[in-house]
T-cell receptor
Framework: DAKTTQPPSMDCAEGRAANLPCNHS???????VYWYRQIHSQGPQYIIH?????ETNEMASLIITEDRKSSTLILPHATLRDTAVYYC??????????????WGLGTSLAVNP | NAGVMQNPRHLVRRRGQEARLRCSPM?????VYWYRQLPEEGLKFMVY????????ESGMPKERFSAEFPKEGPSILRIQQVVRGDSAAYFC?????????????FGSGTRLTVV
């Protein structure tokens, strides 16, 4: 069911950039890529989303390849509080124009001091 | 400016009992979504509601599960005659519109344990 694949785990040193990859090779033209994170079984926290263009906000940057088959979430200066499971998600639209998020298994990011 | 409020945070039910999970969306949000998360897995879509209407229930099991979002009050996810396999974390999200240009805001979830 999942439309995304991510590495199960990654490590990053505190203060360095964390680059989290995601493959979504079957994504359709009108399907957005969303990123959420979940800290220790809390509710998911929205990070960023995009369709074709690269996006940046106060939390992160999202780089989407030109063919849209993959993307990378960049946390520019990771802190210990960024340790979480990061989910790359495709938002699909059905025939009734209703949208829902299709989640994968995520990447468990450990930021180390 | 409270976020999405879910209660209870933890719910324990014996097999065969009913579970009622409540979700109050963010102020100004009229679109509500329910997701279920099993341990070590991502979230799975269950149902999408607007005030007084079920828009998409393609992820809901056909039996024992129902959802509503009345004109007044919170959205309710109801599970009748619970079984052990219903044990999971149930998350509610809300958005001001169906296009969710600013993403979906999630609550802290209700963790249901069936004993």
């Amino acid at each position: 069911d999942a439309k995304t694949t991510q590495p199960p785990s990654m490590d990053c040193a505190e203060g360095r950039a964390a680059n989290l990859p995601c493959n979504h090779s079957t994504i359709s033209g009108n399907e957005y890529v969303y990123w959420y994170r979940q800290i220790h079984s809390q509710g998911p926290q929205y990070i960023i989303h995009g369709l074709k263009n690269n996006e940046t906000n106060e939390m992160a940057s999202l780089i989407i390849t030109e063919d849209r088959k993959s993307s990378t979430l960049i946390l520019p200066h990771a802190t210990l509080r960024d340790t979480a499971v990061y989910y790359c998600i495709v938002r699909v639209t059905n025939a009734g124009n209703n949208r829902k998020l299709i989640w994968g298994l995520g990447t468990s990011l450990a930021v180390n001091p | 400016n409270a976020g999405v409020m879910q209660n209870p945070r933890h719910l324990v039910r014996r097999r065969g009992q009913e579970a009622r999970l409540r979700c109050s969306p963010m102020k100004g949000h009229s679109h509500v979504y329910w997701y279920r998360q099993l341990p070590e897995e991502g979230l799975k879509f269950m149902v999408y509601l607007q005030k007084e209407n079920i828009i998409d229930e393609s992820g809901m099991p056909k039996e024992r599960f129902s959802a509503e979002f009345p004109k007044e009050g919170p959205s309710i996810l109801r599970i009748q005659q619970v079984v052990r396999g219903d044990s999971a974390a149930y998350f509610c999200a809300s958005s001001p519109s169906g296009t969710a240009e600013r993403g979906y805001t999630f609550g802290s979830g209700t963790r249901l344990t069936v004993v």
